[in-house]
């Protein structure tokens, strides 16, 4: 149905930056919104990022003005710059998609996610 694809994550210590990137492929036309969420170990899921297809966005508190989504829709493809990274930062970082098939038919799709370590 919608395929999801991250890469993009490391080690990078303190202060750091690293770029995110996922790419759809399936079913993309029924996508309304693309973003990131994160899981540390031992930590509840959460969300960093949305961003839909009329472009609005959703960012999560303890990354307001650290992180940017943007999204390229020829590519199918979102995106998350981080900077200034700290080491509470360091979890699994997931691309979901939303979407729709037809009126009160909604799903998400889930990317495999990729670690993102921010240490000394």
């Known amino acids: 149905q919608v395929q999801l694809v991250e890469s993009g994550g490391g080690l990078v210590q303190p202060g750091g930056s690293l770029r995110l990137s996922c790419a759809a492929s399936?079913?993309?036309?029924?996508?309304?919104?693309l973003g990131w969420y994160r899981q540390a170990r031992g930590k509840q899921r959460e969300l960093v990022a949305t961003?839909?297809?009329?472009?609005?966005?959703n960012y999560a508190d303890s990354v307001k003005g650290r992180f940017t989504i943007s999204r390229d829709n020829a590519k199918n493809t979102v995106y998350l710059q981080m900077n200034n990274l700290r080491p509470e930062d360091t979890a699994v970082y997931y691309c979901?998609?939303?979407?729709?098939?037809?009126?009160?038919?909604?799903?998400?799709?889930w990317g495999q996610g990729t670690q993102v370590t921010v240490s000394s």
């Open positions: 961003k839909t297809n009329g472009g609005r966005i």
């Open positions: 979901n998609a939303q979407g729709s098939i037809a009126a009160m038919h909604t799903f998400g799709s």
């Open positions: 399936g079913s993309i036309f029924s996508i309304y919104a």
